[in-house]
């Protein structure tokens, strides 16, 4: 059942993109326009931390290595705080993120904190950005946000009741009481596995555990395969590709110490080959979403724009 779910979710993900980059189907006008604004409203609207910068703007293809920051404070005239003229772009706007050499990041390379306002994306860095040092408090904050948001309990009460439906485990029983045994059992394996994947692995080896969009410019085969490929190669803190010894080495622990306060018939070998399977398929799907939401995002966000600007355009006219 796990995996006809996760298989359906994947699927999903991929038709996204996969519409988003033949983009050549020409929509009926009226179907357009009807599905475009729910669609719109919820990323441009809902979503604050998505912001928009102008229309025209492209993105890079390669990706994106760890930049240093401008030598100095960037001005609206584009000099530093030398007076030195350093660049021609004015100064974006405070709500529009821009890359370490202060240029505004292009919509198809914004990882927002929210994807579609409700799943979290704490852990994923916008094409170009600067990120936040990773370090041990830095990583502890990340996690214990990740841990405690509340789409993670939604997230948990749907798997706990999914579990519990199928009687994953018969000795945990059926009901009300099935379905607590499952969930707080739920809750310390995803607690477990947030705090040694994000935090406490990553911190102790130096490894950069963060998702870096490969972006547009190649082909969603070549995408797709980059995702497979983040379960094994991580970064150093200084940039450098690394076997992702913490992702993976988180699964394994969470699947150990897990053995402590599930029954043995739960705890065998063939069943924890199941569940780490299961995680690692998991974050296969969801980075996918990461991969590809902003391509989506993006492209929905100019649609609406578009429209916009179409029936402002019919309204002058019609007022002259």
């Known amino acids: ?13 991929l038709s996204v993109a996969l519409g988003v980059r033949a983009g050549a189907t020409p929509i009926p006008v009226t179907t357009r326009l009807a599905s475009l604004a729910p669609a719109c409203t919820l990323v441009a609207e809902s979503d604050p931390s998505l912001p928009l910068p102008p229309v025209g703007l492209s993105s890079a293809a390669d ?6 920051a401008p030598d ?52 994923s ?32 009460g749907l798997t706990s009741l999914s579990a519990e439906g199928i009687d994953e485990h018969p000795v945990l029983g059926k009901g ?30 130096h490894e950069d555990t963060r998702f870096y969009a490969l972006g547009e410019g190649h082909s969603i085969f070549v995408r797709e395969l980059y995702v ?21 080495g988180a699964k394994v622990l969470t699947q150990l110490v897990s053995r402590q306060y599930y029954p043995k018939s739960a705890t065998t070998f063939p069943v924890l080959a199941e569940k780490f399977g299961y995680s690692t398929m998991r974050d296969v799907i969801f980075t ?3 991969e590809f939401y902003p391509d989506a995002a ?23």
């Open 1 to 13: 059942m796990r995996f006809i779910v996760a298989v359906a979710s994947f699927g999903v993900a």
């Open 63 to 68: 990706p994106v290595p760890e930049l240093d």
């Open 288 to 290: 996918s979403i990461r």
């Open 228 to 248: 497979i490929s983040r379960q094994g190669v991580a970064r150093t803190y200084g940039g450098r590709q690394t076997p992702n010894i913490a992702g993976l």
């Open 125 to 156: 860095v916008s094409g170009g950005a600067k990120p936040h040092p990773p370090g041990w408090k830095y990583n502890f904050t990340v996690a214990t946000r990740q841990a405690t948001d509340y789409s993670s309990f939604i997230f948990l």
């Open 176 to 205: 009300v009481d099935g379905f607590w045994n499952y969930t707080w059992r739920g809750f310390l394996d995803k607690t477990d596995g947030t705090y040694l994947a994000a935090w406490f692995l990553p911190s102790l080896i």
């Open 72 to 123: 100095g404070p960037q001005t609206a005239s584009g000099s530093n705080s030398t007076g030195t003229s350093t660049s021609t772009h004015p100064a974006p706007s405070p709500d529009v993120p821009v890359d370490a050499n202060g240029n505004p990041i292009p919509l198809e390379r914004v990882q927002p904190q929210r994807i579609l306002g409700f799943m979290p994306n704490f852990r």
């Open 298 to 320: 993006a492209h929905f966000i100019r649609r609406h724009r578009e429209k916009m600007a179409a029936k402002a355009a019919a309204q002058d006219a019609t007022a002259r």
